[in-house]
Structure formats: structure tokens, C-alpha cells
């Protein structure tokens, strides 16, 4: 099985975990069902397709950046008259005046993260085309969170996994250190035998519905001098890395 690269990267990432309506929150890293998302929307797919070659893939997430969380606070269908107030359950609208709903959306501020993705042949090619010539724009958990930077990195890779210790991070580079403590996670052991970290419910199935998965966490040093830096200097680096040599 070969795979391919993803770099996301934008100045808010949201990445739904289980909410009610006022408080919705977001994971701390990209969610399976955000990144079938991502790759379905890539290949022009409807909301209500199963995507069931998409479930065949593995992700193993870098993180860059963990960034910070943000809430945004909400308001929905104040100051309108009756006819524009939000819907009731029963089909009407809210009295006016009393129409103001308030909710919380949580998003990931500053944060990057690099994902090895693995499976069949033929869903990871198909899977990296489309990331090369997207059907619909590219977006991080929600359509507000378009990516900074390129998502595709790289493709046709016999280990993307192994990959991930010598892509650039894309960070600052700690001052007088020689190395830096990385996390990764997996949606596979790691290990043989290794304890799973804990248990998220973001596998989607048919109808908007959600299932759960065990994730690994671990942490690994990899050399200060992969941090590429940010703005201009990341792009040089990524270009450096990305790119064919020729002689």
C-alpha cells in the first residue's frame, strides 16, 4: 500500500466532536469525519454519500502546532420580525422579540497539523488526485476554515508514516535546544500490543451518524532543525521539500 501527505494549516480549525446545540466544541486535532470531509469534498461528492472507500483509509496526524481554543459567540435571528424568526418544533416561528438564539462555536486558533494517509492503492491515488484538483474548495471542519497552505504535499510515498520524521514542521525552532518532543496520533497501535489512549465517536456512517474508534497518542523527539519556521520561510522550506532536484 503506498500514500500520500496533508498539511492543515489555517488561522481557525474546527473539528466537530459530540455537541449539543449552544455549545459546540472541537477536538484538539483533525477528526476522522472531518477528513472524510475534506477528501469527499475534494472529489465532488453530495452530504449524503457513504463514502465507503474513504472508511479503508489510515491516518497518522503530526502536530505542528496543538494552537489555542477560541470561542465564537453567536447570535441567531435577533431584531428580525416574526415571519424571519428562527423555526419552533412544532413549525412555527418564535415570537419576535424572543426569537434570539445563543451559541458557542469553539475553533482551533493557529494550529498545524501533517497527515500520513494509507490504504488501498487505488483509494489513496484517487483520493490524492482529487486534493491536487478539487471538485469544491478545501476546507479544515467547517467552510470558515479555508487552509493557508497547500494541503497536498506529496504522493505515490511506500511509507507516509515514516514520512512524517522528515517533513518540515511547520513551527518556530526552540532556542538553544537541539531537539523537540513531537505528538502524534494514530489511528492504529503504533505498537504491537500498545493500550489504546482513549476513545472519540467521529467514524461517520449513513444518515449523519457516529460511531466510535480508539485513538493512540504518543510523543516522539525529532531534530530542532526540522522546525521550518512560519510565513515566507515555511514556504521555502515546503517548496525545498516538495520539488524535484535536478542537477
Known amino acids: ?19 449539543d446545540f449552544k455549545v459546540r466544541p472541537t477536538s484538539r486535532y483533525p477528526s476522522r469525519s472531518g477528513l472524510t470531509g475534506l477528501l469527499a469534498s475534494a472529489l465532488g461528492r453530495p452530504r449524503d454519500h457513504q463514502n465507503e472507500d474513504l472508511a479503508a483509509l489510515r491516518y497518522t496526524i503530526r502536530v505542528d502546532r496543538p494552537g489555542d481554543r477560541e470561542m465564537d459567540f453567536h447570535t441567531i435571528g435577533g431584531g428580525y420580525p416574526r415571519e424571519l424568526t428562527p423555526p419552533t418544533a412544532n413549525g412555527t416561528r418564535k415570537k419576535a422579540g424572543e426569537g434570539t438564539l445563543l451559541t458557542e462555536r469553539w475553533y482551533l486558533a493557529d494550529a498545524a497539523f501533517t497527515v500520513a494517509v494509507t490504504g488501498p492503492d487505488d483509494v489513496t491515488d484517487l ?9 469544491f474548495a478545501p476546507y479544515l471542519g467547517r467552510r470558515s476554515c479555508p487552509p493557508d497552505t497547500p494541503v497536498l504535499l506529496r504522493t505515490g510515498l511506500a511509507d507516509p508514516t515514516g514520512e512524517l520524521d522528515r517533513a518540515p514542521l511547520h513551527r518556530q525552532a526552540p532556542r538553544g535546544k537541539d531537539a523537540i518532543e513531537v505528538t502524534f496520533i494514530h489511528d492504529t497501535p503504533p505498537t504491537p500490543d500498545a ?30 532543525t526540522l522546525c521550518a519556521g512560519l510565513g515566507t520561510a515555511w514556504i521555502n522550506a515546503l517548496t525545498t521539500y516538495t520539488q524535484p532536484t535536478y542537477a
Open 195 to 224: 493500550p489504546a489512549t482513549t476513545t472519540v465517536r467521529d467514524v461517520p456512517g449513513p444518515d449523519r451518524t457516529f460511531t466510535t474508534r480508539d485513538i493512540w497518542e504518543t510523543r516522539r523527539t525529532l531534530p530542532a
Open 127 to 135: 483520493a490524492a488526485l482529487a486534493l491536487a484538483q478539487p471538485v
Open 1 to 19: 500500500m503506498t500514500g500520500f501527505l496533508m498539511h492543515l494549516s489555517a488561522p481557525w480549525q474546527s473539528w466537530g466532536a459530540p455537541a
